[in-house]
């Protein structure tokens, strides 16, 4: 049975959508990074299927920029739920809501 | 070296003193300390520029030589470069400034030793003298401007330069926004003048005038006007000049003596082929130049302290350098700077020399502790003071001869000068000019009665400060006595280079030939025929008559009676004279019809306005958007997972919309 272009699309869709419901209904902040991890880890494998498919590779070249990206982004995140966890001790995002109306 | 390397020192040496002084006094506080070093920084940087203008005057061929630096702005039809012009106008003044400039700065550091800003003084001198080289060597109205903006500001820092004292600051303000007065006329007169010829080169503007609109040429000369009473303290700009000897006396003798003051003038010379197109405006010169020469004259009559007398009196012989203006002999009015230069910077270094040594009776008086309160400045505690100062007494008493107009001393050539002058523009046709005359030679004899009145009761009769007979004021030091012996024997001498036409026809006026002549950059009225010799000798006996009646009135009145004498001229004059000793109460008027209704304008209009319209409309707008969002502001949770999922249904939707 061969492994075709669309079996990477399933599973990065099923993968984002893992990591779109776990950002919506998750309040633990670590794990709601975790899941935007998850999501931009679905984009990277779409990026890598699509180049391989597609002859191009500029597709895989890009995975690197997402990966820099979300490694940043994971530091600061960490470093931010470390700043907020010391004002509130809790991590529970609905706690957070200083922006209210 | 050539001429344009000699510009490039006179201009950046005085700068260069004023980074070294002001910048390591501000860095490096034990610079400050070292007077030595500074003054002697500081005095170079004056008195090398003076050599570099004998060098050049000396090898003047005639033509004027112009050296642009670079260009400073550019902009459409506007093109204004830092150029700089030497001719025969141009050299004279720098010479004056430089020249009287060197001697003052010798003069300083006698008479700021000791003093905390010793560093600041000294920069801001040389910062001044860089503005008003620029003021004289610039080849357009903007560089001109530049150095017009440059003095006022220096005036500004050296007025208010002990400015712990309230009262300094008030008057360095006041002279500031007086000048601002004056400056924005000169300003609008540049926009008139660039519009109409469309260039601001000296020469470009002479060249253009005679094409120009003659009403709008007459606006501008007038604005320009406006501006040189702003500069020069003319009627109605003046009040500030008497104000402004709240700075140090050296600064009184250099800026508001010898030149700053005089650059109102120098503009009006630079231009006068324009000032000659606008015969109304010059009558209106004249008339102002005259009014204000009697008016500080006879305040001056009534002041006790030493500093307000000789500023009235810089006031007044401003006014006959503009009588000069105003009837067409613009060199006349430039003889008369120089030598007002050379005897009114004298007498101020004189005044300064009195007040240094009165300073330390001062200082003795609250040593001994016994309450006495002495004002250095104030005349009627001075007196007798020609046995401790005798150095002082003479140069003090020879340049007050010379500007009470004593025959053959330097005040008595240019005055009489200026007096023949509106007398010979009365005569051929402008007969505005008589009432000039009279005025003038009323003023005249006004003049040598309070110079000597000042000089008598400060130097002649018994000292009447407290403890006279143990307490005495000394000789300033060598470094104060030898400026002034230069500056009383230049009152003297200065006079013989405008020799009057009543010898060999004028071919011996120098001043004459040098700036007005064939290629001279100074214009003059021509008129239309020639006094008598019989009766130009009649004026200038009577001339020299005026001075000497005075001197000798002033002399037995203030000799015999003293301060007495003062108090009987109140008793006969009462209300004149409680008008001139209010000096007209100007200030008072000014007061009641300009700050008051500002002030008042700004409580009652401005602040509500502000307050309800300005600050009205910006609350207004966010009430505005705080009650159009009364419903809106409910989606705004403050819980991130309703924002992210109002981002997924987004981005749903429009997957959405753009699938199907």
């Not at chain 1, 990591?19 to 779409?46: P, Q």
């Not at chain 2, 600051?169 to 000169?186: E, L, Q, V």
């Not at chain 2, 705004?636 to 199907?660: C, D, E, K, R």
Request: aromatic fraction near 14%; charge should be negative.
């Amino acid at each position: 049975m061969d492994i075709t272009l669309n079996w990477y699309l399933y599973l990065s869709a099923i993968l984002f959508t893992m990591g779109v419901i776990g950002f919506l209904f998750r309040r633990d902040v670590i794990v709601m990074l975790m899941s935007i991890e998850l999501m931009l880890n679905a984009v990277n494998i779409t990026l890598v299927a699509l180049s391989q498919a597609m002859g191009n590779p500029s597709g895989q070249i890009l995975v690197f920029f997402v990966m820099a990206v979300a490694a940043a982004e994971a530091a600061i995140g960490l470093a931010l739920v470390i700043a907020a966890f010391r004002g509130k001790l809790t991590i529970d995002v609905t706690e957070f809501n200083l922006f209210k109306y | 070296m050539d001429s344009v390397s000699l510009i490039h020192v006179i201009l950046f040496l005085p700068l260069l003193g004023a980074a070294i002084n002001g910048l390591l006094g501000l860095f490096l506080p034990s610079w400050r300390d070292r007077e030595g070093l500074i003054g002697l920084i500081g005095t170079a940087m004056v008195a090398l520029p003076f050599l570099a203008f004998v060098v050049l005057f000396l090898g003047y061929d005639g033509t004027a030589v112009v050296t642009r630096l670079f260009t400073w702005m550019a902009a459409g039809d506007l093109t204004v470069d830092f150029a700089y012009r030497i001719d025969e106008l141009s050299l004279l003044m720098g010479l004056v400034v430089t020249g009287v400039g060197s001697l003052i700065h010798v003069y300083s550091i006698g008479y700021m030793h000791g003093d905390d800003g010793f560093w600041r003084f000294f920069a801001y001198l040389n910062l001044f003298i860089f503005m008003m080289l620029n003021l004289i060597l610039g080849d357009n109205l903007v560089v001109l401007f530049l150095g017009w903006e440059g003095v006022g500001l220096c005036s500004y820092l050296l007025i208010g330069f002990w400015y712990k004292n309230l009262a300094n600051s008030a008057a360095a303000n006041k002279a500031f926004i007086m000048n601002r007065i004056g400056d924005f006329a000169y300003l609008v007169a540049m926009f008139i003048l660039f519009r109409e010829v469309g260039s601001l080169d000296v020469s470009s503007l002479i060249a253009g005038g005679e094409s120009m609109d003659p009403t709008m040429l007459s606006v501008a000369v007038f604005l320009l006007f406006m501006g040189a009473t702003g500069k020069s303290a003319q009627i109605p700009l003046f009040t500030w000049l008497p104000d402004a000897m709240a700075g140090p006396t050296p600064v009184s003798a250099l800026i508001h003596a010898a030149t700053m003051v005089t650059s109102g003038l120098y503009l009006l010379a630079r231009l006068s082929p324009l000032v000659l197109l606008a015969p109304g405006v010059m009558t209106l010169i004249a008339i102002v130049g005259a009014t204000t020469a009697l008016v500080a004259a006879t305040i001056a009559i009534t002041q006790n302290d030493i500093k307000k007398v000789l500023a009235y009196s810089t006031v007044s012989q401003l006014g006959y350098m503009f009588v000069a203006t105003g009837v067409g002999a613009f060199y006349v009015a430039i003889f008369h700077v120089m030598t007002h230069a050379f005897f009114k910077g004298c007498l101020f270094l004189g005044s300064g020399s009195v007040i240094h040594g009165m300073h330390h009776v001062e200082h003795e008086l609250e040593h001994d502790g016994h309450g006495h309160k002495l004002d250095p400045q104030d005349m009627r505690t001075m007196g007798g003071l020609k046995q401790f100062m005798p150095a002082t007494r003479m140069t003090f008493l020879i340049s007050t001869l010379a500007i009470a107009g004593i025959p053959l001393l330097s005040g008595f050539f240019s005055k009489d000068e200026i007096l023949f002058k509106a007398f010979e523009a009365a005569s051929f046709g402008f007969p505005a000019a008589w009432f000039v005359w009279g005025v003038g030679v009323a003023t005249a004899l006004l003049t040598a009665i309070y110079m000597i009145r000042a000089y008598v009761l400060t130097f002649e009769g018994a000292p009447r400060w407290p403890h006279a007979d143990r307490l005495h004021p000394h000789e300033s030091p060598a470094s104060m006595t030898v400026p002034l012996w230069v500056l009383a024997g230049l009152s003297v001498v200065g006079g013989f280079l405008g020799i009057p036409a009543i010898i060999a026809h004028g071919d011996l006026n120098w001043i004459h030939h040098w700036l007005a002549g064939e290629h001279g950059p100074v214009a003059e009225r021509v008129f239309d025929g020639h006094i008598a010799l019989a009766l130009e000798w009649a004026l200038v006996a009577l001339g020299s008559g005026i001075a000497v009646v005075g001197v000798i009135l002033g002399w037995r009145w203030y000799t015999r009676q003293g301060l007495s004498f003062d108090d009987a001229l109140q008793a006969r004059f009462g209300g004149l004279w409680r008008l001139f000793q209010g000096k007209y109460f100007v200030d008072e008027a000014y007061e009641k019809a300009v700050v008051r209704p500002v002030i008042g304008g700004a409580r009652y209009v401005f602040a509500p306005f502000d307050k309800y319209i300005v600050d009205g409309l910006v609350n207004g707008v966010a009430f505005l958007t705080r009650a159009l969002s009364f419903m809106l502001k409910y989606l705004q949770t403050g819980l991130v997972p309703s924002y992210a999922a109002g981002i997924v249904f987004g981005v749903v939707l429009i997957v959405w919309l753009m699938l199907f």
